[in-house]
């Protein structure tokens, strides 16, 4: 092609195009620049500042600012209440994570059918996810009351077991925590699962019957596979949201009984907005922060390695 133009017409094409291209990019950084300006200025400065202030001896009340360098953090990790918080973090994670992502494929599996009405089941098994968490704290504290108070009981008394104080038993506290978790949030988990489902060609589904394949077989090597990516942003996002749990806590235990239910954010409140510690909570929260960026590259990572393999 280029042979076919007058000299120097190659190159004023080759600068054209260059320029284009310049002006192309020049205005996609204009639409980005508000959001990245807004980004710097109310989430990156702060995240900063907050590393910053970890780093002093920061009360609130008072003028008792001293920079101490990482002492906080040294004095974080000899701090037995932080370990137990991050334990019982780590708990309520392995609880309710497995739990929200099983329940939300099998609540996808089961709503994704051709069929009349399909769509108000859909919104009734959502429906629970728009609630606040003082509606669904509320509820469930007179769900799992103890003795014939709670409605959980009246039914186990009605069926001859034996009645339990849930949210007061130290063995039993953080389950029924996550129990309440997986009833309020699974739904959200359903739409993702269901619109990764309705992506995956249902042409492969009957190659698969052709070829004589069974249930488990065409979930195992054809739903699975499709719904690698879903469940990646789903493992992602509830692994974070069981780490952050707190205003679910605070209204169904307060973080009791003993402190057996006190996770690391209701840990990091405390210290910051109760003793007013400044310092020390900035450095509880940049130790969450690490926490949960290690287990999401981790998790983004083993699943691109699997996507690989």
């Known amino acids: 092609m280029q042979s076919a133009l007058k000299p120097g017409a190659a190159q004023r094409l080759a600068n054209s195009l260059s320029q284009r291209k310049w002006r192309d990019a020049g205005i996609a950084y204009l639409f980005i620049l508000p959001f990245l300006l807004l980004y710097i200025l109310f989430t990156f400065l702060p995240i900063l500042q907050g590393f910053w202030i970890s780093l002093h001896k920061w009360d609130v009340i008072g003028s008792n600012v001293r920079f101490i360098g990482l002492r906080n953090y040294q004095i974080l990790l000899q701090d037995k209440l932080f370990w137990s918080s991050l334990e019982h973090t780590a708990f309520f994670a392995l609880l309710a994570g497995p739990g929200l992502i099983v329940v939300g494929l099998a609540l996808a ?62 063995a039993l506290a953080m389950p029924t925590i996550a129990v309440t978790k997986i009833w309020w949030s699974a739904g959200f988990n359903m739409l993702i699962f269901l619109a990764g489902l309705q992506d995956i060609p249902q042409e492969l589904y009957e190659a698969g019957r052709v070829d004589g394949a069974n249930r488990w077989v065409l979930f195992r090597h054809i739903t699975l596979p499709g719904l690698r990516r879903p469940m990646l942003f789903v493992l992602v996002l509830q692994v974070i949201a069981s780490v952050q749990v707190f205003p679910l806590i605070e209204v169904l235990t307060q973080g009791g009984p003993a402190g057996s239910t006190r996770p690391l954010v209701m840990y990091l409140f405390e210290r910051t907005f109760e003793y007013w510690q400044m310092g020390y909570g900035s450095a509880l929260a940049f130790v969450l922060f690490a926490f949960l960026f290690v287990i999401s590259i981790a998790q983004i990572w083993f699943f691109n390695r699997r996507e690989e393999d």
């Open 109 to 170: 599996l089961l709503l994704n059918r051709p069929i009349r009405g399909i769509g108000i089941y859909r919104t009734l098994f959502y429906m629970p996810n728009i609630l606040s968490v003082t509606v669904v704290g509320l509820v469930f504290a007179r769900v799992f009351a103890p003795a014939d108070r709670g409605l959980v009981n009246v039914v186990l008394d009605s069926a001859g077991g034996q009645p339990h104080s849930w949210l007061l038993d130290v």
